[in-house]
């Protein structure tokens, strides 16, 4: 079974930067596009970026020119560097395939707030 275990949230201020991590299992980063999602109360989970294989990138609308996504093939992990957050970023965010196509981790809790 393979496991995605998101870390790296937190609270942080508006304005501020968190940046998020994702472990996945070898065999299936090797070959997947990877994506971040995020869930905040009461809305749909969506899709906030993905890169694939090779690196090439797409974002959200909401958070092209704020968020990064990354990936180090060589260590298994999906990476999301979040700067000048907005309370409307506050989620639960959570990494998977793009499409999400594996079973949903706990994700990890980031809340913007003053």
């Known amino acids: 079974q393979v496991q995605l275990v998101e870390s790296g949230g937190g609270w942080v201020q508006p304005g501020g930067s968190l940046r998020l991590s994702c472990a996945a299992s070898?065999?299936?980063?090797?070959?997947?596009?990877m994506g971040w999602y995020r869930q905040a109360p009461g809305k749909e989970r969506e899709l906030v970026a993905h890169?694939?294989?090779?690196?090439?990138?797409n974002y959200a609308d909401s958070v092209k020119g704020r968020f990064t996504i990354s990936r180090d093939n060589a260590k298994n992990t999906v990476s999301l560097q979040m700067n000048s957050l907005k309370p409307e970023d506050t989620a639960v965010y959570y990494c998977?395939?793009?499409?999400?196509?594996?079973?949903w981790g706990q994700g990890t809790q980031v809340t913007v707030s003053s």
């Open positions: 998977n395939t793009y499409p999400g196509t594996l079973s």
């Open positions: 070898r065999i299936i980063f090797k070959i997947a596009t």
């Open positions: 890169i694939g294989t090779g690196g090439s990138t």
